[in-house]
T-cell receptor, first 111, second 116 residues
Framework: AQSVSQHNHHVILSEAASLELGCNYS??????LFWYVQYPGQHLQLLLK??????LVKGIKGFEAEFIKSKFSFNLRKPSVQWSDTAEYFC?????????FGKGTRLHILP | EADIYQTPRYLVIGTGKKITLECSQT?????MYWYQQDPGMELHLIHY???????EKGDLSSESTVSRIRTEHFPLTLESARPSHTSQYLC???????????????FGAGSRLTVL
């Protein structure tokens, strides 16, 4: 079955640590890829997206993600996290008008 | 300001009651979606719509129904609520990007339903 897998369900880091959240998908062919973020008490919102072109995409708040087609991956990275990055992060894949989400990764940053 | 609104934000009701979760968007988006989200689980698509008078069932089977009589409005109804319906329901609409052929979702704040 087509799916989106996020490897880490709960990540705890200290401020200034580097972050990488894994995301793999099982769709073949052309896909569009997204990371959404939900800060405590707020709506889900778009963090960054990949449609085509440069596989390294930059989003808001210093986040970036790299699309590696051969690995079916779209990992999210940030070189130095802040306490305000505490949130839940969802990877998503769009194909044929449907957008499928992973289970999410809850990120907790220690001050 | 363009946005997407969901009401109620929180609802606690008894088994057997009929409920309607409201969703409205002011962005003029044609596509709208309902997702169901449980803690620690992925968002499951339960309904979507391409436009007025268009409704489709999503990947997760749901006893709820939806309607799309107006572009901006996409309510979800449960005729007889049960404890198994306890969940968070997220409404979203999407802007179609002509350049990429992709949909970027804008979400509402969600409606958290508890059925006793």
């Amino acid at each position: 079955a087509q799916s989106v897998s996020q490897h880490n369900h709960h990540v705890i880091l200290s401020e200034a640590a580097s972050l990488e959240l894994g995301c793999n998908y099982s769709y073949g062919g052309t896909v569009n890829l997204f990371w959404y973020v939900q800060y405590p008490g707020q709506h889900l919102q778009l963090l960054l997206k990949y449609f085509s072109g440069d596989p390294l995409v930059k989003g808001i708040k210093g986040f970036e993600a790299e699309f590696i087609k051969s690995k079916f991956s779209f990992n999210l990275r940030k070189p130095s996290v802040q306490w305000s990055d505490t949130a839940e992060y969802f990877c998503a894949v769009s194909r044929d008008d449907k957008i499928i989400f992973g289970k999410g990764t809850r990120l907790h940053i220690l001050p | 300001e363009a946005d997407i609104y969901q009401t109620p934000r929180y609802l606690v009701i008894g088994t057997g009651k009929k409920i309607t979760l409201e969703c409205s968007q002011t962005m003029g988006h044609d596509k709208m979606y309902w997702y169901q989200q449980d803690p620690g689980m992925e968002l499951h698509l339960i309904h979507y719509s391409y436009g007025v008078n268009s409704t489709e069932k999503g990947d997760l089977s749901s006893e709820s129904t939806v309607s799309r009589i107006r572009t901006e409005h996409f309510p979800l109804t449960l005729e007889s609520a049960r404890p198994s319906h306890t969940s968070q329901y997220l409404c979203a609409s999407s802007e179609f990007s002509l350049g990429s052929g992709a949909n970027v979702l804008t979400f509402g704040a969600g409606s958290r339903l508890t059925v006793l």
